[in-house]
């Protein structure tokens, strides 16, 4: 059974950092295109950072840019997103996912973990 787990989110204070977490059970994600996607209330989800199957390209959303860090660690199966100067508007459900490098869908979703930015 294939599952993506996401930890770290947290209640936390504007200009705070956080990083978050996201394993997986049952899928060797180095074979596959990595994204962190976020979804605030009343909002589309949207991607926030993507990095490629050996880690040698990342994008990332305009709102992100120069604040969000996305990394991964193949041997240990894990990708993580380092947030820097939090600002109340990236309060969301983060979701780590999981596509073939060959498609833009994403194919494998955590549950989410949530992020509260707030002073």
């Known amino acids: 059974q294939v599952q993506l787990v996401e930890s770290g989110g947290a209640f936390v204070q504007p200009g705070d950092s956080l990083r978050l977490s996201c394993t997986a059970n049952g899928l060797a994600l180095s074979n596959y295109v990595m994204g962190w996607h976020r979804q605030a209330p009343g909002k589309e989800r949207e991607l926030v950072a993507d990095?490629?199957?050996?880690?040698?390209?990342?994008n990332y959303a305009e709102s992100v840019k120069g604040r969000f860090i996305i990394s991964r660690d193949n041997p240990k199966n894990a990708v993580y997103l380092e947030m820097n100067s939090l600002k109340p508007e990236d309060t969301a459900v983060y979701y780590c996912?999981?596509?073939?490098?060959?498609?833009?869908?994403?194919?494998?979703w955590g549950q989410g973990t949530q992020v509260a930015v707030s002073s």
């Open positions: 990095i490629s199957n050996a880690g040698s390209n990342r």
């Open positions: 996912a999981a596509r073939n490098r060959l498609v833009t869908k994403f194919t494998y």
